[in-house]
């Protein structure tokens, strides 16, 4: 099993920014990618970004090109996504997911941080 614990969310002004931290741990194998998804109130779950472990190659949906950055700390089995110029329509729960080596799926998923951006 892995656990996977969000940080950082909160209230934000349109505009703002925001750094959403997500700590792993549990397995010794460490996961193949981390990604963040995000649910918006009577929205399907959707795809915002991942990053693969080894290497750190990072994949985006295109709503948060050039607004947000994926990056890991593979020392502390952390994740972070650094959001700026946040826009009313970002607002969601946020989701951490593990995606471990051999799996063609996300496996494990954190409970979720609020993100709200008001205008």
């Known amino acids: 099993q892995v656990q996977l614990v969000e940080s950082g969310g909160g209230l934000v002004q349109t505009g703002g920014s925001l750094r959403l931290s997500c700590a792993a741990s549990?397995?010794?194998?460490?996961?193949?990618?981390m990604g963040w998804f995000r649910q918006a109130p009577g929205n399907e779950r959707e795809f915002v970004a991942h990053?693969?472990?080894?290497?750190?190659?990072?994949y985006y949906t295109d709503s948060v090109k050039g607004r947000s950055t994926i990056s890991r700390d593979t020392v502390k089995n952390t994740v972070y996504l650094q959001m700026n110029s946040l826009k009313p329509e970002d607002t969601a729960v946020y989701y951490c997911?593990?995606?471990?080596?051999?799996?063609?799926?996300?496996?494990?998923w954190g409970q979720g941080t609020q993100v709200t951006v008001s205008s």
């Open positions: 997911a593990a995606r471990m080596f051999g799996s063609s799926s996300f496996d494990y």
């Open positions: 549990g397995r010794t194998v460490s996961p193949y990618a």
């Open positions: 990053i693969i472990r080894n290497g750190g190659s990072t």
